[in-house]
């Protein structure tokens, strides 16, 4: 009973589409069947026509019988050319209309094979006039099997009723009974040989609709994980430059503020220098300190955004009060510089953006505009509203900067340049600038001049 059940659900898996199958695979039959009736007005009507004109300009038949066979196969093929017609050009509007899952595209398959074999069992029976013969039932019952994939189901039914027109009409023209009874049962042997060719072209199609459903599952996979590995090489690539970039700034910025602060530590620790001398080495003990913090602050800024690709989480954001707190920290450095620093960010200008970010592109900007003023120079910080945007703005009147430098930060390139009292200028600050202002959806803007001060700006939005 066992090697039965598992007999029959092997036998309906290799002629039925599963449910998951079932869309696609009678989708893709229907398209292959319209495919082929077309093939009814290139192939199938030239060959009635050529039927109809042999028999059309043949000699009439010497006798009775033999002018009603021949009238009889003329109308046979002039119908089967209308019909051809009909269907072949009702296939090519389907295809052309991509219309395969229409009513029309559903039906038309099931009307030509049963057009078909039904012809074939017509002419047989008219053919019974002059032979006994009945081989346009055997080329039409093969045909079929061939031209059009069919349900099992249905192509038993379908064989079934051309069978009873078959032997109907094999009955009405072949008087001689034992001829009859060769025919009917050679008829039940071709219906049977026809069902199992469709039969199988059919459950080859299922086999091949799943051989390539498993090479396009293979091939997506295969795409998909190709993906991966790219976007996994693209991150490695990522990393690799931004470790190089990041050791490149090390040596460059970091190692020279480090050097002094040791420099000056050995001296303290070895009592080479005065209480005097000491004191006056405090500013600049004090500056190196805020610099190699400010640049290490920007390093793992700059590092955490390129190597884990950081979002903004944006949040009202009080760029008076953040802009109040940078001139305090830098107080030192504008008091030593005698800098006019003006704040006119105004109150009420509340931004939209991520609060870790925007404090990092204020205190570098600053810290800019700082390092490139002259001693007795003027800063000035300020915010108008640009639609739904806030534009902040901090100008100065320092060394200023070339077209070719802002190219540079422009376009995602690192350079570094000393300040107008010798500080290291912060190339990376700026890139900084830019990346996090276009995380906030907003946009950096550089202006200026050597020798006439320079003016950044970004546009913010607001909530």
Not at 83 to 105: D, E, P, R, T, Y
Not at 306 to 316: D, G, Q
Request: hydrophobic residues 45%; charged residues 20%.
């Amino acid at each position: 009973m066992e090697f039965i059940t598992v007999f029959f659900r092997k036998f309906l898996f290799e002629f039925i589409f599963t449910s998951d199958e079932k869309a696609q695979g009678y989708k893709m039959l229907r398209r292959a069947n319209l495919s082929r009736m077309e093939f009814l007005i290139y192939l199938g009507i030239p060959v009635s026509l050529v039927h109809l004109a042999i028999f059309y300009f043949s000699p009439e038949g010497e006798t009775l019988l033999e002018e009603n066979w021949r009238l009889g196969i003329i109308y046979a093929h002039l119908s089967l050319t209308i019909l051809f017609l009909f269907f072949g050009v009702s296939a090519i509007i389907i295809n052309a209309k991509k219309q395969h899952s229409s009513m029309a595209g559903r039906l038309v398959p099931h009307f030509v094979f049963l057009t078909i074999i039904t012809a074939g069992a017509v002419i047989a029976g008219i053919d019974q006039l002059v032979t006994p013969a009945i081989n346009p039932f055997v080329v039409a019952s093969i045909l079929v099997a061939l031209f059009i994939y069919m349900h099992p189901l249905l192509s038993v039914v379908y064989y079934l009723i051309g069978y009873l027109v078959f032997n109907l009409i094999q009955q009405q023209f072949q008087t001689n009974q034992d001829i009859l009874l060769s025919n009917l049962v050679n008829g039940f042997t071709i219906i049977s040989i026809g069902w199992f060719l469709s039969i199988t072209f059919w459950r080859n199609s299922i086999f091949r609709f799943r051989k390539e459903k498993i090479i396009e599952t293979q091939k997506n996979e295969l795409a998909y994980h190709n993906e991966i590995l790219t976007a996994h090489a693209a991150e490695l690539n990522v990393a690799n430059r931004t470790k190089d970039k990041l050791f490149s700034i090390v040596a460059h910025d970091l190692r020279g503020p480090l050097a002094n602060l040791s420099s000056m530590i050995h001296l303290i620790k070895d009592e080479d220098i005065s209480k005097e001398e000491f004191t006056s080495l405090l500013p600049e003990l004090y500056r190196q300190t805020l610099l190699s913090n400010e640049l290490l602050e920007n390093l793992l800024s700059w590092s955490k955004n390129n190597i884990k690709n950081s979002v903004a989480n944006p949040e009202e954001v009080d760029l008076r009060e953040i802009t109040e707190e940078i001139i305090q920290l830098y107080k030192t450095q504008i008091e030593a510089k005698k800098l006019i620093v003006e704040n006119k960010v105004i109150d009420t200008h509340i931004a939209y953006a991520d609060k870790g970010m925007i404090p990092i592109v204020l205190r570098n900007l600053t810290s800019n505009a700082i390092k490139f003023s002259n001693s007795g120079g003027s800063i000035l910080m300020e915010t108008i509203m640009a639609n739904e945007f806030i534009e902040f703005s901090i100008t100065d009147t320092g060394k200023g900067i070339s077209d070719e430098q802002i190219k540079m930060v422009l376009s995602n390139e690192y350079y570094s340049t000393p300040g107008t009292a010798g500080e290291k200028g912060n190339g990376l600050g700026l890139l900084l600038c830019r990346e996090f202002v276009e995380k906030n959806g907003g946009k950096l803007s550089i202006s200026g001049s050597l020798g006439k001060g320079s003016r950044f700006s970004f546009t913010i939005p607001v909530k």
